[in-house]
Structure formats: structure tokens, C-alpha cells
């Protein structure tokens, strides 16, 4: 469900009375205010798989489904009910209950979303593949003034297109032309072993 599980939120404020072969309540919108924010949260903190569940009392369900770092998989199911505006909590690890927690506030909710979010969505899985270090060990830190000779990327030149143009785009004037690509900033330690960036067509 992922993002669309906001607008099926949303959705359940036109509910009516009877919604559910004539039983079930219609829905309070500040509680589904809070379903909302508690969603959002989630996907803030890296949860992929999210969706609700309205209930037959007025009460609205959010679940996360979240694979850990350690291949572990976690349902994190937050309830909140339409009397007092408290919360049920279930955690549950390859389907065992772990946590279970009844009367919650909206804050200490917001609280576990952070922890858990944090033991289990890890926030470098986030960003563009490639562009992370994901283990320290292949980091390196090299003296100021030292450029070392690095032997990687040998097998992209093979793989380059035969014909190349070099080109890079000003849009800082009134028409977008194109100019030489600036070499020194191509991206590599080794300029003889980097390709220049390619425009086919």
C-alpha cells in the first residue's frame, strides 16, 4: 500500500453509518487526523509496506510490514480508538508477539516509530543505490594533497559506446546551448581510467 494508504484514510470519513452490512460507526476526522499523522510517520522513518484498516467501533488500524536488517520480518500495528484517543500497540517478529501495550498517547506512539524505524529501516536503503558506503570497511581515508591510483572501473571502457560527445548544459543564460564538459570533476580518482559522461543520440 505504501503512500496510498493516506488517501485510504482519508477515504474512511465517508463511511456511514451501517458502512459494513449494517453494522459499524462512522469515523471522528481528528482520529483520523491522527491515523494520518501516525502513516506519515512511518514512511518518515523508512516503513515500505503500510496500509488501514477501519474498524466496526470507529476505531482505524495502521500496520507497517518491515523486512529487518537481519532478513527478520516485523508487524508493527498501531490502534486508535475513537472513545479516548488512545492507542494500541503490537509488535510482532517472524509472527511471535514481542510488544504488546495498551493506552498509549500519540507521543509515545511518535517514539516508537522513531526506535523502531531506526532498528529496522536502515536509513542508507533510503537513498540512490551506489552512492552510500553500507559497510566502513570499504571506506578509505587518504592524507590531504595524496591522489591515489586506483585500479577500478577497468570494465567500463570495454562497455562504452565507441562514439561519445562530451557535454554539459548552461541554464544560467536565456537558451540552453551546450559546451565541453569540464574533465576535471568527472568523477573518478584516475582520469585515464574513467569514461567522460555520454550523450548518445
Request: net charge negative.
Amino acid at each position: 500500500m505504501s503512500a496510498n494508504v493516506l488517501a485510504k484514510i482519508v477515504d474512511f470519513q465517508s463511511l456511514t453509518p451501517g458502512w459494513c452490512y449494517g453494522e459499524g460507526f462512522p469515523f471522528d476526522e481528528r482520529l483520523l487526523n491522527k491515523a494520518i499523522e501516525l502513516a506519515t510517520s512511518l514512511l518518515g522513518q523508512g516503513f515500505e509496506q503500510l496500509d488501514a484498516f477501519p474498524g466496526l467501533n470507529g476505531e482505524v488500524r495502521v500496520t507497517a510490514y518491515q523486512r529487518s536488517p537481519r532478513g527478520n520480518r516485523y508487524y508493527l500495528e498501531f490502534t486508535l480508538e475513537p472513545s479516548d484517543h488512545v492507542i494500541t500497540f503490537l509488535c510482532e517478529a517472524d509472527g511471535a508477539e514481542e510488544v504488546y501495550r495498551e493506552g498509549l498517547s500519540f507521543a509515545e506512539c511518535q517514539l516508537l516509530i522513531k526506535n523502531y524505524g531506526r532498528r529496522l529501516c536502515n536509513s542508507y536503503g533510503l537513498s540512490i543505490p551506489g552512492t552510500s558506503t553500507e559497510n566502513w570497511r570499504v571506506s578509505r581515508v587518504w592524507p590531504l594533497g595524496h591522489r591515489p591510483q586506483e585500479e577500478g572501473y577497468r570494465s567500463l571502457p570495454e562497455s562504452a559506446p565507441l562514439k561519445s560527445v562530451e557535454t554539459s548544459v548552461n541554464t544560467y543564460g536565456p537558451s540552453t546551448g551546450t559546451s565541453a564538459a569540464n574533465r576535471q570533476f568527472i568523477g573518478c580518482l584516475k582520469a585515464t581510467s574513467c569514461l567522460p559522461a555520454t550523450c548518445s543520440g
